[in-house]
Nanobody, 117 residues
Framework: QAPFVESGGGLVQPGGSLRLSCVAS????????MSWYRQAPGKGREWVGR????????TYEDAVKGRFTISRDNAKNTLYLQMNDLKSEDTAAYYC??????????WGQGTQVTVSS
């Protein structure tokens, strides 16, 4: 199976909300900081935000501050991204990863978020 399985994407109107999930496998999830990334057509992969292994500290890209919230449930090996007040520029495929996974080139298939009226 894929190291990360992202889900929860879909079509949403501007101003709407979505909650993405990322289920990790193959490593001790609770021992790693985790990040969300996104990639729109014709653009490189963009870092969205990061949460520490214990969930105590979260940082975000300026464009999503105040709108997106990252959380995690280590007992379920799951990372979450709550997205509120979505804008058209948030349209992208969203991916989760650890630093180690990113540097080794291991990515899931992502989940598509499309914000459109």
């Amino acid at each position: 199976q894929a190291p990360f399985v992202e889900s929860g994407g879909g079509l949403v109107q501007p101003g709407g909300s979505l909650r993405l999930s990322c289920v990790a496998s193959g490593f001790t999830f609770r021992d790693y900081d985790m990040s969300w990334y996104r990639q729109a057509p014709g653009k490189g992969r963009e870092w969205v935000g990061r949460i520490t292994k214990d969930g105590r500290e979260v940082t975000y890209e300026d464009a999503v501050k105040g709108r997106f919230t990252i959380s995690r449930d280590n007992a379920k090996n799951t990372l979450y991204l709550q997205m509120n007040d979505l804008k058209s520029e948030d349209t992208a495929a969203y991916y989760c990863n650890s630093v180690t996974g990113m540097l080794s080139g291991r990515w899931g298939q992502g989940t598509q978020v499309t914000v459109s009226s």
